[in-house]
């Protein structure tokens, strides 16, 4: 989700879309909203209906103020960017599970429902969790990592060695595949990044 895009100017708008074409090349939907603009809010209920849905990201970026606008008459405490950090301050505390009324359609649609199956699609819950200063895996083996980039994961099945890290072996397709575009740089750099962390144990082992 990419949310405040009612601030945004036309050339940070521009690098959104941008960023979210990539995404979207990948396999992931992608949504650019507004707290204030209540149809691009809307355009998310489907996908929360009938679910128990957790809300995440870096502070100040409107997760509570989004669920404001699903939920009328919740009122989650919200605050700004602060000016001295130009980073969000901790408005939510802890995580909460607040319900999420149906929409009328969803009524509508679930009254010809069996039971069970109008239970599951009526409402659902969405989860507040405070703000987030940056994300850092957990319990992660550098041989497994490759699996959490969805492009990279899928090139990587047919480089010639098995245990390919991706970086200089011979006959690595996925470096094949970053040179001819079909992976993003920025998206290999992030890899990279993980991979030189793991290196230097910078990630918590789950013990």
Not at 105 to 126: D, F, H, K, T, V
Not at 170 to 199: F, T, W
């Amino acid at each position: 989700i990419f949310n405040k895009c009612d601030l945004l100017s036309d050339e940070e708008l521009h690098y959104q879309d941008m960023v979210m074409q990539m995404y979207e090349n990948i396999g992931y939907q992608c949504f650019a909203i507004s707290a204030q603009d209540r149809t691009s809010v809307e355009d998310l209920r489907p996908l929360l209906e009938g679910k128990i849905t957790l809300f995440s990201g870096n502070s100040g970026v409107g997760k509570s103020t989004l669920i404001n606008s699903l939920v009328p008459g919740v009122n989650l405490r919200t605050s700004d960017i602060s000016d001295a950090h130009n980073t969000g301050m901790h408005t939510t505390t802890f995580s909460e599970m607040i319900n999420l009324p149906p929409s009328p359609s969803g009524q509508r649609g679930a009254a010809n429902l069996p039971i069970a199956s109008r239970e599951a699609m009526e409402g659902g819950y969405i989860i507040d969790t405070p703000g987030i200063k940056g994300f850092g895996t957990f319990d992660i083996e550098k041989e497994e990592l490759t699996s959490y980039f969805r492009e990279i994961f899928q090139f990587s099945k047919d480089c010639r060695f098995s245990n390919c890290t991706h970086t200089h072996e011979p006959g690595c397709a996925v470096l094949k595949a970053l040179e001819e575009h079909y992976i993003a740089q920025s998206r290999y750099n992030s890899y990279l990044s993980m991979l030189e962390d793991k290196d230097e144990n910078k990630y918590r082992e789950a013990y």
